[in-house]
């Protein structure tokens, strides 16, 4: 492809992004990979080139843009003059800019959002410019068949991670998905706050966990190692898919007492009879406006609207409810977020509080992720004691 060519490209590929995030649809990189499995032309430098042109563009437009061309305009003007070059130069690349064409500005998030977090924190500046960054790549080794020292040497490029103890962080570029140790489960890919989610659980063998926001099963399988595989780990969702992908994880991992259970939305307590009050640990994962995950998914950005922030809170603190009626006496509950935003984090964790006198905060209280200070996502957790 000729330069002109990859710039229309991520155009056509922006155009694409802009679309599912008004609409739902499908996330960035799935979009980017569907695009050139039709386009077989495109060599793996090109798919590279395009890639990042795409990303460096989502991470520098704050706002959702109005179209792929206009993204690309601003980006081109305030941050890579060279590309605005290229517009009308060749017949597979963008027609030439005229005057007075709309072009996005510049910014790190969404008026409305970047309010919230001055609302919230004196260094929000600092905080939204280190969310515009791009994160590492972060694995947790799986103690369910080794140990972190003897699968380091078997990793180029990976140091052990400051916090989370089964935690190896890539320092080199590594694909590695081509290793044998993530073929054959010694090694998951997980965000290192992922891993201090589940290590807040404090899941040991025998227990009776409930992870009520299970997904594909990420830190459940983390809990079964906890749990040496002992004992009952039920993961729970309302997304059949999602929870469909976990029997072959767990598989891989060599994960053995996990229980899967399909909640309906609205209805979760339905399924959950047999547990009410009957739990050790919970761990609510609570769905979420992702803010704290925005290196890795910068359109998400885009996708979030006050409506969707507002039924997201709904539901956490719906299932914040139920997750704590699932506790037994001096049971243990976890209720974490991938998002810096209060109203998704402090102020569901004060709420539950109130409506849960037996629950007792950690001593230490809840705690806030951050990717300048701690190298992680952003998250949020708060771990309650119930009493006895
Ligand atoms: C933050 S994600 C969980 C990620 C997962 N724990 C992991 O470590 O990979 C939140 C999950 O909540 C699920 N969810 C949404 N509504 C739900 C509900 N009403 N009951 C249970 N889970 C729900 C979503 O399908 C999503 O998988």
Redesign the pocket.
């Known amino acids: 492809m000729t330069p002109a060519a990859r710039v229309e490209a991520a155009i056509v590929l922006l155009d694409e992004i802009i679309a599912a995030a008004v609409g739902g649809g499908a996330a960035a990189d799935t979009l980017i990979q569907r695009y050139f499995k039709t386009r077989r032309y495109a060599g793996s430098k090109d798919r590279r080139a395009v890639r990042d042109l795409v990303y460096h563009v989502i991470r520098a437009l704050g706002e959702r843009p109005e179209n792929g061309r206009a993204a690309m305009i601003g980006y081109a003007r305030a941050e890579a003059p060279d590309l605005l070059a290229l517009f009308g130069t060749d017949p597979r690349g963008p027609v030439a800019v005229v005057a007075g064409e709309p072009a996005a500005a510049l910014g790190l998030a969404p008026e409305w959002l970047i309010a919230k977090f001055a609302a919230e924190y004196a260094d929000a500046e600092t905080l939204l410019a280190a969310l515009a960054e791009r994160a590492p790549l972060d694995l947790r080794v799986n103690r369910l068949k080794t140990t972190r020292s003897a699968v380091l040497p078997l990793i180029p490029g990976a140091v052990p991670t400051v916090h989370a103890q089964d935690g190896l962080r890539m320092v080199e570029a590594l694909n590695v998905e081509d290793l044998p140790v993530y073929a054959d489960g010694r090694v998951e890919v997980q965000d290192e706050g992922?891993q201090l989610i589940a290590a807040a659980c404090s899941a040991q063998p025998e227990m009776t966990v409930v992870?009520?926001?299970?997904?594909?099963?990420?830190?459940?399988l983390a809990l079964a190692a906890d749990m040496e595989n002992r004992g009952r780990l039920i993961a729970?969702?309302?997304?059949r898919s999602?929870l469909s992908r976990l029997g072959p994880r767990a598989a891989r991992a060599g994960a053995a007492n996990i229980e899967t259970r399909l909640?309906d939305?609205?209805r979760?307590a339905d399924a959950l009879g047999d547990l009410l009050g009957a739990a050790d640990v919970v761990l609510i994962?609570?769905?979420?406006s992702g803010t704290g995950t925005w290196r890795r998914n910068p359109e998400a950005r885009w996708r979030l609207t006050p409506q969707r922030f507002a039924r997201l809170t709904a539901?956490q603190a719906?299932?914040a409810d139920l997750g704590a009626r699932l506790l037994k006496p001096g049971g243990r509950l976890v209720y974490a977020?991938?998002s810096l935003l209060p109203e998704e984090g402090r102020l569901q964790a004060e709420a539950l509080s109130k409506a849960h006198p037996d629950l007792a905060l950690d001593g230490g209280g809840a705690q806030i992720l951050r990717p300048d200070r701690d190298e992680t996502d952003g998250f949020f957790i708060a771990g309650y004691e119930k009493s006895c």
């Not at 729970?236 to 997304?239: G, I, L, R, S």
């Not at 994962?285 to 979420?288: F, N, T, V």
């Open positions: 992922s992870d009520l926001c299970a997904g594909a099963g990420g830190k459940t729970c969702d309302a997304d999602r909640l939305p609205g979760e994962d609570a769905p979420c539901l719906h299932l977020v991938c």
